[in-house]
């Protein structure tokens, strides 16, 4: 099969490294050029735009920055949309807004295309490891022909329903995140100050009814001081202001959710919106 895929950053390189393991055509495309580079070595086929993208695959796949660069690389005047060929499956794995997600995939119906919402979880460690949870959002039948795609990329693949659901489930899984991050790094700043050792008192926490994915898996970084970037702040930061509008068009109040990015606000005005969203332990650090 022709595989498109767009946008080769920290979470696609790793994706759409998956696709070209499997021994699919692989066509990437990426802003920057060179960030593709180690997948054309490995033997995808650089192409110069998202149009010759469309002309070219029968599937592709876009992960990137936010609603408004998916809204151009879908709906522009050359984009997926009006080039792709017919029957062609798009999925959309970016986090975005629900209601993009619709405009999608109406607009792709109009061109006899199928668009799914395909948002993903499980940061760096999943894409590496094709154990990502995907949450689909579109028609069934198009769900059901792409899904050993999917699977070559995540472990838990879940149909959620009509165009849009697979944003919505999304914006649940940022706003399960925003609390669980606080809780990991007033955690460990409680047990510095505290006079405790951190890797043991992990060893202690993670065992038990406070055991999550921040703390076995951001803690240790913390500990370690790295804050590179699994998932960026900034895209964090974009993901819970969609969570906040949507909630607020719902009229279902979050008032611990509107405080987590609060603190994440704080920690972009430090100008630490380009590490990982563990650097949320700065804020603490005395």
């Known amino acids: ?14 994706m759409a490294g998956h696709l070209l393991k499997a ?22 086929i650089w192409c110069d735009d998202v149009k010759s993208i469309a002309t070219t695959c029968d599937l592709i796949f876009t992960i990137i920055g936010v609603p408004a660069d998916v809204e151009s690389v879908y709906l522009g ?30 607009a792709g119906q109009a061109k006899g295309l199928q668009c799914l919402d395909a948002p993903v979880t499980g940061g760096d ?16 039948e198009a769900y059901d ?14 149909y959620m329903g009509s165009a849009g659901s697979g944003q919505h489930t999304k914006m649940a899984n940022q706003i399960a995140i925003a609390g669980a991050a606080i809780g990991m790094v007033e955690a460990l700043a409680y047990s510095k100050g505290a006079g405790l050792d951190l890797e043991t008192v992990l060893k202690a ?64 005005k430090r100008e630490l919106e380009n590490c990982g969203t563990q650097a949320l332990y700065k804020l603490y650090e005395k």
């Open 1 to 14: 099969m022709k595989i498109g895929f767009i946008g080769i950053g920290v979470m696609g390189q790793a």
């Open 23 to 44: 021994g699919h055509d692989l066509y990437v495309y990426n802003r920057t050029k060179s960030k593709a580079d180690r997948l054309v070595e490995a033997g995808a």
């Open 77 to 106: 005047e050359d984009g997926l949309v009006n080039h792709a060929k017919a029957h062609s499956i798009l999925v959309d794995m970016t986090t975005s807004t629900p209601d993009l997600a619709k405009r999608i995939y109406e």
């Open 125 to 140: 460690v999943g894409a590496k490891n094709g154990t990502l949870t995907i949450m689909v959002g579109g028609d069934k």
């Open 145 to 158: 022909e792409i899904l050993p795609i999917l699977e070559l990329m995540g472990q838990t693949i879940v």
């Open 205 to 268: 926490v993670t065992s038990g009814s406070a055991a999550s994915w921040q703390l076995s898996n951001m803690a240790p970084r913390i500990i370690k001081d790295d804050f590179n970037p699994g998932f960026f702040i900034k895209h964090f930061i974009k993901d819970m202001r969609i969570a906040c509008s949507e909630s607020k068009a719902m009229n279902v109040d979050l008032p611990g959710l509107e405080l987590v990015l609060s603190l994440y606000e704080e920690c972009q």
